[in-house]
């Protein structure tokens, strides 16, 4: 029981420490944006082993926010620059 508890804490450690690593490069490209969705569903399966089910649900739902974020970060860029709107 001891094991799996140190597991499970090491788990979480890596995929927090993982995502907020790539939040923080997401300003480098919608790859990194990508990965932070990623982190969170992992951050979310954290939650949900270690009997956190509201800090899961909410990963999922950042997961997605992030996902929405990636998709749209793809499209903006298969848009030729010269249609593209100015900020």
């Known amino acids: 029981m001891r094991h799996t508890g140190l ?4 788990f979480g450690v890596i995929v927090l420490t993982f995502m907020m ?3 923080a490069l997401e300003r480098r490209g919608p790859s990194f944006v990508l ?3 990623v982190g969170c569903v992992l951050a979310s399966v954290y939650g949900f082993l270690a009997g956190t089910w509201p800090f899961g649900v909410v990963e999922l739902i950042w997961a997605a926010i992030a996902l929405r974020r990636y998709l749209g970060l793809r499209r ?3 848009v030729p620059a010269h249609e593209q709107a100015l900020p």
């Open 7 to 10: 597991v499970l804490t090491a």
């Open 21 to 23: 690593l790539m939040y």
């Open 35 to 37: 990965a932070f969705a």
């Open 76 to 78: 903006q860029s298969r």
